[in-house]
């Protein structure tokens, strides 16, 4: 069973970090995108970043540039978002997913996803 589990979020004040954990289980990820997206209470979900598992693009979302970064850890088949510079307009759910296609940004692309993760950024 393909499993992801997010991990690392809570609550931080505003200019604080935190850094999200996606562990991925019951099968290879080498040819899929990893994505995080996240969803505010009242709002869609929506794109934050993204990483090619065989290779090193990253992509980000023009909220995020700068301050959140995506990285992978091939060996423990996990993915991270490094955020840094955490405002009030961050707090959401954050939610990791996996994607064969190469639409890195559409979240109907993605089929598997994690639980979420909450995180919550105090002003």
């Known amino acids: 069973q393909v499993q992801l589990v997010e991990s690392g979020g809570g609550l931080v004040q505003a200019g604080g970090s935190l850094r999200l954990s996606c562990a991925g289980s019951?099968?290879?990820?080498?040819?899929?995108?990893m994505g995080w997206f996240r969803q505010a209470p009242g709002k869609e979900r929506e794109f934050v970043a993204a990483i090619r598992w065989s290779g090193d693009s990253t992509y980000y979302a023009d909220s995020v540039k700068g301050r959140f970064t995506m990285s992978k850890d091939n060996a423990k088949n996990t993915v991270h978002l490094q955020m840094n510079s955490l405002k009030p307009e961050d707090t959401a759910v954050y939610y990791c997913g996996s994607t064969r296609g190469a639409r890195w940004w559409r979240i109907d692309d993605y089929n598997v996803w994690g639980q979420g993760t909450q995180v919550t950024v105090s002003s």
């Open positions: 019951g099968r290879s990820f080498i040819s899929y995108i």
